[in-house]
């Protein structure tokens, strides 16, 4: 048994002393008692510490890798959100233009049937009418994408 000293006094005791708080010894100590053993809990220490490291680079690994296929994701969507407005803006175009062909207006003096470009949202589309094929052909632009549709008819 240990005697920490007189660090508390209990209080109310049958006896009516006060004696000093006694304290067993504890079970595991932390230093060692030779120095092979010392040297082993050395060793043991460096090898949680290379195991944390193990275990960090490749948590930190796997961090950059979900860092990099998020991007790209994020990349390829944008680009699909570009592909599909061109593809509606080109549909636009060529529904203006049948529609200039339907009303026979020219609302700009371009050619029945051929549209302008045009600014809708935050692309461009244009429609080019070839009364010898009988076709229209739609373009719609969104940053860098470009897309076109082609209809080709037989009379109204």
């Keep these: 048994m240990r005697n920490l000293g007189e660090i508390t006094k209990a209080k ?3 006896s009516g002393s006060a004696s000093p708080l006694i304290l067993p010894e504890p ?3 932390l230093r060692p008692r030779n120095a092979a053993e010392g040297d082993l809990l050395h060793k043991r220490r460096g090898s949680i510490l290379i195991a944390c490291l193990i275990i960090l680079t490749t948590l930190t690994v796997y961090g950059g890798v979900l860092v990099s296929v998020v991007y790209e994701r994020s990349l390829n969507i944008s680009l699909e959100v570009d592909r ?3 593809i509606y803006l080109a549909e636009a175009a060529v529904a203006k233009s049948l529609h200039e062909l339907k009303t026979l207006r020219d609302a700009n003096g371009d050619g029945l ?3 302008p470009k045009t600014p809708l949202g935050k692309g461009v ?5 070839d009364p010898g094929t009988l076709s229209i ?4 632009e969104s940053n860098a994408v470009q897309r076109r549709v ?6 109204f």
Excluded at 125 to 129: G, I, R, W
Excluded at 150 to 155: L, M, P, R, T
């Design 137 to 140: 052909t739609g373009v719609g």
């Design 84 to 86: 599909l407005q061109a």
């Design 125 to 129: 589309y244009y429609a080019v009418h």
């Design 113 to 115: 049937g051929t549209i």
């Design 12 to 14: 109310n005791l049958p």
């Design 150 to 155: 082609q209809i080709k008819y037989e009379g």
């Design 27 to 29: 079970i595991v100590s």
